[in-house]
Structures are given as C-alpha cells and as structure tokens.
C-alpha cells in the first residue's frame, strides 16, 4: 500500500515527487491509503496527473482508499481522478458551477495547438473578474482586461509552449499539465505546470552556458532570459516563442509578492531561499509552481519584466 503524505503541494515538493516515484514503480494494481492527506494545490495536481498518466499507459490500475469527503468533492471537480478508482471513499454529486475567475482544472496539453487556451485560462483565473467588454480606464484607455489579462496570457502562452517543446526533445510523446486555485484567505494564486518530458538537463545539455552537467545548474540556467527559445542551441527553426516565459513568469510571481519552485531530475530550486539537489527524489521532466498575491498582480506591469524583445511578437500587445 503506497501512503499519501498530508501534503501533496509545491513546498513539500520532494515528498510529492517521491510519492509520485512510487507509484510509476508500482507492479499491477497501484494502491493508494489516502487517509493522512489533509491538502493538495495546483502543483501537487499537476504532479499526479502525470504520474498518473504514465502508470496507466504502463498498464497500472490505480485504487485510492480512504480520501476524506471534502477532498474527494474537490478532487472530483478539479477532474484530478479522470480513470482513478475510489474505494471507501464518500463521494459528492453537484452542479458544476462556472469558476474560470477563480481556477482551472487539471488540463492535459499534449498539442501546440491547445497552448493558446489554456494560457488564456490561466490568466483568467489569476487575475479574477476581468471582461474584455467592461468600460476601459479614463485614464489609460484600456480595459483592465487588455491591461491585466493580455500581458499575463503573453507570458504564460510562452511559458507553456517552452515546457512542451523542451519536454519533447527527449520523448516525443510528452505532454504538460497545468492547473490553478485562488486561496481567497490570503488572497493566493497557486499554479502548477507539470511535463513528463527529458527534463531541462538533458533539453539544455549542448548550451554553451551550461557549466556543470548537474540538474540544479540546468534549473539555474533554464530561469536566464532567452535560454529556451534555442539559440545558442542551434534549434532555432524549432523555436515558436521569445524564450522568455519562465524569466518573466518568475519576475511576475516575484514582484506580487509570491515565488517560484523549480523541479528536475534530482533537484529543486526555489526563488524564496531552499535550492539544491536530492537523493531521494528524482523527476523525469519539469515542475513549476508559481505562487503570486492577486491583490499585488494589478500594480506589476509585465512590459518592465519583459527582457528586451529583439524580435516583435506575433501579436499586437497593450503593455501599458
């Protein structure tokens, strides 16, 4: 019987990526005693959704006991149990009511073409209520949506489109999964980008910045400016994006009063203090938390975070 520890979430990160471990190495049928689990974030959803993925492709049955009511419900709605077997568990039928202002279920992006949504989704639900219909600002003339919303898809659109590109240099086959919840008691946004690919080492392996073949180092140079759009890489034809999805997803998170949480083969990086390497845990391919204060999110102006663009994006921008 595989346990569940009472946090499956960004800052328990090793202990999710090792419970997670145990369950890709798992023979048959993959019991799980949920009993102590007491909470779950975007990050920690992410993550079971792709260890998920893959024990099942592997030909595992999934069986999770004892999960609490108000998780199960929860679980249920974020779509975290999509093939998972729930034994002794009570479960809660409702209405599904529409929150995009407040999260984004567990999403499986296995496409480029899925990229665009799913980011606008994201930013949607991190900033709160924004209509692209409301009366814009006296003052600036845009919409808090055209303000808020826009430059955030931007950065988020980059951000997805690099973890799946990068996750696929090694397994064709890989994919990204996202969610996001607004934590109204802090006022929190908390999101979880997740892919089942090669990891940044092995995708950043030939960059001539690359000093040290060690994972930390490859986090490390994965959050510099223009590390993922290839160039020094000489992939650039496979490059769609500005390269700067993470740097400035990371700036964003900072300067609204939050952090970021990296994890890669056996190492984890954190932008409020922990960073180093495991010997324990270890994960395939590439997490992300990102973590932002969504009363702080109004006064970041993503132009300024923006490192200088040396091409013009595709799309027009209102960065004002």
């Not at 690919?197 to 223009?226: N, V």
């Not at 759009?229 to 990371?250: E, F, I, K, P």
Request: with cysteine.
């Amino acid at each position: 019987m595989i346990i569940f520890p009472s946090y499956l979430s960004a800052p328990s990160a090793l202990e999710t990526i090792s419970v997670c471990q145990e369950i890709m190495k798992s023979v048959g049928v993959a019991e799980i005693n949920a009993v102590h689990l007491k909470f779950i974030d975007p990050f920690g959803m992410a993550m079971l959704g792709a260890c998920f993925d893959e024990a099942r492709r592997q030909g595992r049955v999934i069986r999770i006991h004892h999960l609490s009511p108000g998780l199960s419900g929860y679980l249920q709605r974020m779509d975290v149990f999509t093939g998972i077997e729930l034994v002794d568990c009570t479960m809660k039928n409702g209405t599904r009511q529409d929150r995009s202002d407040a999260l984004v279920e567990l999403t499986q992006l296995c496409d480029r073409a899925e990229v665009g949504n799913a980011a606008h989704r994201l930013a949607k639900a991190m900033i709160g209520r924004a209509d692209p219909d409301d009366m814009p600002d006296e003052m600036t003339g845009y919409t808090a949506y055209e303000r808020l919303v826009e430059p955030l898809q931007y950065a988020l659109n980059e951000l997805l489109e690099n973890a799946l590109t990068h996750a696929r240099r090694g397994n064709k086959n890989a994919c990204v999964w996202v969610a996001s919840q607004h934590y109204p008691n802090k006022n929190l946004i908390r999101l979880g980008v997740v892919d089942n690919g090669c990891g940044f080492l092995e995708s950043l392996r030939a960059h001539t910045k690359l000093q040290r073949e060690h994972h930390l180092d490859a986090i490390l140079l994965a959050l510099q400016p223009r590390v993922s759009c290839n160039r020094d890489l000489g992939l650039l034809a496979d490059s769609v994006n500005q390269g700067v999805g993470l740097t400035t997803s990371c700036r964003i998170a900072e300067h609204a009063g939050g952090r970021m949480i990296l994890a890669s083969g056996n190492a984890m990086h954190s932008t409020s203090g922990y960073s180093g390497e495991s010997t324990g845990a270890y994960w395939q391919g590439v997490g992300v938390a990102m973590e932002v204060n969504r009363s702080k999110l109004a006064d970041v102006h993503v132009k300024d975070l923006l490192p200088p663009l040396d091409d013009i994006p595709a799309v027009k921008l209102r960065f004002e």
